[in-house]
């Protein structure tokens, strides 16, 4: 059993990653599991050795130090690629041929799906349809999934439940797609308590259908409030200082960033709803 953090490699961590990151070791300590790093390096991202480091050595001077060697997952392909044939073995996939700009039209046709939904277009085509629109665009591989509702009770959030669409499981490019591969990390790594920022909240009903799907889990959610700028929105590099270095530099120590973070969540784990998650960088 154990939980995780799971950043992207492509930058020093900011201070909303760290406090993200804090929540998963706090809830891992709390329940005496072990916590593991997993870098997310798929999906384009030009992952370097050297931010991977910066970010280990951020959390380390946090106090933050993973039970194994962190996991990338470009090392792991194999692994997506046969969690994708079971799908495909279990009449769980189709191939999708649409363009994003067929997909914008038909969301907004009269009767169109909701906004961000996908309308089903390739769901229903005939093998001679397949083959003829193959010819033109290679296909994306999308998860069945109907829209299904799908209800889970998070630690934070309380009672949640999202439609799901057809998903993409994995792009046209190859690349296996997020949904598909957190599900088969966190299964492979044993993680009983998947801890992470809301705005991955309703992607949770998507990965709840995949998980169900390879029979794995089942895991304990918990999503906590983004840190956000004085606008109220996610944090960009025009809000100034964030990382621990760039905060070094006005002064703050790496005890104080830690103290930062602890105080702005009052009330600890069980109380996120009083936490106060707006930053604004002061000299210290
Ligand atoms: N890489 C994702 C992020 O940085 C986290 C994914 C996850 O925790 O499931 O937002």
Same mark, same amino acid.
């Given at each position: 059993?154990?939980? !995780?953090?799971?950043?992207? /490699?492509?930058?020093?961590?900011?201070?909303?990653?760290?406090?993200?990151?804090?929540?998963?070791?706090?809830?891992?300590?709390?329940?005496?599991?072990?916590?593991? +790093?997993?870098?997310?390096?798929?999906?384009? +991202?030009?992952?370097?050795?050297?931010?991977?480091?910066?970010?280990?050595?951020?959390?380390?001077?946090? @106090?933050?130090?993973?039970?194994?060697?962190?996991?990338?997952?470009?090392?792991?392909?194999?692994?997506?690629?046969?969690?994708?044939?079971?799908?495909?073995?279990?009449?769980?996939?189709?191939?999708?041929?649409?363009?994003? !700009?067929?997909?914008?039209?038909?969301?907004?046709?009269?009767? @169109?799906?909701?906004?961000?939904?996908?309308?089903?277009?390739?769901?229903?085509?005939?093998?001679?349809?397949?083959?003829?629109?193959?010819?033109?665009?290679?296909?994306?591989?999308?998860?069945?999934?109907?829209?299904?509702?799908?209800?889970?009770?998070?630690?934070?959030?309380? /009672?949640?439940?999202? /439609?799901?669409?057809?998903?993409?499981?994995?792009?046209?490019? @190859?690349? /296996?797609?997020?949904?598909?591969?957190?599900?088969?990390?966190?299964?492979?790594?044993?993680?009983?308590?998947?801890?992470?920022?809301?705005?991955?909240?309703?992607?949770?009903?998507?990965?709840?259908?995949?998980?169900?799907?390879?029979?794995?889990?089942?895991?304990?959610?918990?999503?906590?409030?983004?840190?956000?700028?004085?606008?109220?929105?996610?944090?960009?590099?025009?809000?100034?200082?964030?990382?621990?270095?760039?905060?070094?530099?006005?002064?703050?120590?790496?005890?104080?960033?830690?103290?930062?973070?602890?105080?702005?969540?009052?009330?600890?784990?069980?109380?996120?709803?009083?936490?106060?998650?707006?930053?604004?960088?002061?000299?210290?």
């Amino acid at each position: 059993m154990s939980g !995780r953090f799971a950043p992207s /490699p492509t930058g020093d961590l900011h201070i909303g990653n760290l406090r993200t990151a804090y929540a998963s070791w706090l809830d891992a300590q709390q329940r005496n599991i072990d916590w593991l +790093v997993r870098f997310e390096d798929l999906d384009g +991202v030009v992952a370097h050795r050297e931010t991977a480091d910066s970010q280990l050595a951020s959390l380390e001077a946090l @106090g933050m130090v993973p039970a194994h060697e962190p996991l990338w997952q470009s090392e792991h392909l194999e692994r997506y690629e046969a969690a994708i044939q079971a799908l495909v073995a279990s009449e769980l996939t189709y191939p999708c041929y649409c363009s994003r !700009r067929e997909i914008r039209e038909a969301v907004s046709a009269p009767n @169109g799906p909701p906004a961000g939904m996908y309308p089903g277009t390739c769901s229903t085509l005939s093998t001679q349809q397949r083959s003829d629109r193959a010819e033109h665009r290679p296909a994306a591989l999308r998860f069945r999934a109907e829209a299904a509702e799908v209800g889970f009770d998070d630690h934070v959030c309380g /009672p949640s439940s999202y /439609p799901v669409d057809d998903f993409v499981i994995r792009r046209n490019d @190859g690349v /296996p797609a997020y949904n598909l591969v957190v599900v088969v990390d966190d299964g492979f790594q044993g993680v009983s308590s998947v801890v992470r920022a809301d705005d991955l909240l309703s992607s949770t009903s998507r990965q709840i259908l995949v998980a169900r799907a390879l029979d794995l889990g089942p895991f304990d959610y918990s999503h906590v409030p983004l840190v956000v700028n004085e606008a109220g929105d996610r944090l960009t590099k025009r809000d100034g200082a964030m990382t621990l270095h760039q905060l070094a530099q006005m002064g703050w120590t790496p005890d104080d960033v830690f103290d930062w973070i602890r105080e702005s969540m009052t009330g600890g784990l069980e109380a996120p709803g009083q936490w106060s998650n707006t930053w604004s960088p002061v000299p210290r």
